[in-house]
């Protein structure tokens, strides 16, 4: 069981910006891919973005494309998610979590089967 913890939500301003963590809690993310998902009120969860092992591919759902950066830094055993530009339909609990991979590109298609507490993302004026 891999265990994530997601951190940095907070309330914000729209056009303002965050940057979430997702630190590896006694374990190593340096071979996983690893996703951001969200899930607002109501909605279904649905991926944000995602990078390879070694961060040298990531993906962007078309709703963040130009605003949300992912990266990671395996010496901190973190993976980050720069958002900018934020807009208030981008309020959401927002998780991250091991995805598959194909070839080499990461999916939205997670390997987590319990999702933890999340960081609650709050856009509004």
């Known amino acids: 069981q891999l265990q994530l913890v997601e951190s940095g939500g907070g309330l914000v301003q729209p056009g303002g910006s965050l940057r979430l963590s997702c630190a590896g809690a006694?374990?190593?993310?340096?071979?996983?891919?690893i996703g951001w998902f969200r899930q607002a009120p109501g909605k279904e969860r649905e991926g944000v973005s995602c990078?390879?092992?070694?961060?040298?591919?990531?993906r962007n759902a078309d709703s963040v494309k130009g605003r949300f950066t992912i990266s990671r830094d395996n010496a901190k055993n973190t993976v980050y998610l720069q958002m900018n530009n934020l807009k208030p339909e981008d309020t959401a609990i927002y998780h991250c979590?091991?995805?598959?991979?194909?070839?080499?590109?990461?999916?939205?298609?997670?390997?987590?089967?319990?999702w933890g507490q999340g960081t609650q993302v709050t856009v509004s004026s």
């Open positions: 990078i390879s092992s070694s961060g040298a591919n990531t």
């Open positions: 006694g374990f190593t993310l340096d071979k996983y891919a």
């Open positions: 979590a091991a995805v598959r991979t194909l070839g080499l590109m990461c999916t939205m298609a997670s390997t987590t089967t319990s």
